[in-house]
């Protein structure tokens, strides 16, 4: 896991997971940390072949700027390779809803399901 603080509470890693790559957030993901989403994200989504999970269980506050950056994130994937949106959390989800993102990017509520959505 390679971790991109903008402060102590923002941490970006990523892992693999059943052979998917997997983005993990933890803190807010706003105007300032979205940077640092962008930076551990873009290469790893730019090589995920089979699939790109973005895990924002540990995501306490999604801003604008943070929906922009998945979104930019996503579009970066191999043509054929699909994204899933971990967001279990009411406060998180209800930004990717009233954006529509959830209408671009399979959001579901665990790994498993996850897993699943981008195969």
């Not at 603080?5 to 997997?22: N, Q, R």
């Not at 699909?82 to 930004?95: D, E, F």
């Amino acid at each position: 896991m390679v971790d991109h603080p903008a402060d102590d509470s923002f941490e970006v890693g990523v892992s693999e997971h059943d052979g998917v790559v997997v983005v993990s957030v933890r803190g807010a993901l706003d105007v300032v940390t979205s940077v640092h989403l962008t930076d551990a994200a873009s290469p790893a989504a730019e090589n995920a072949n089979n699939g790109l999970i973005i895990d924002l269980t540990e995501v306490d506050m999604l801003s604008s700027s943070g929906l922009t950056a998945l979104l930019r994130t996503v579009d970066l994937l191999p043509t054929g390779a699909s994204a899933a949106l971990i967001a279990p959390h009411p406060g998180v989800q209800r930004p990717i809803t009233l954006s529509g993102l959830d209408r671009v990017i399979t959001t579901v509520t665990d790994l498993d399901d996850a897993v699943e959505a981008v195969r």
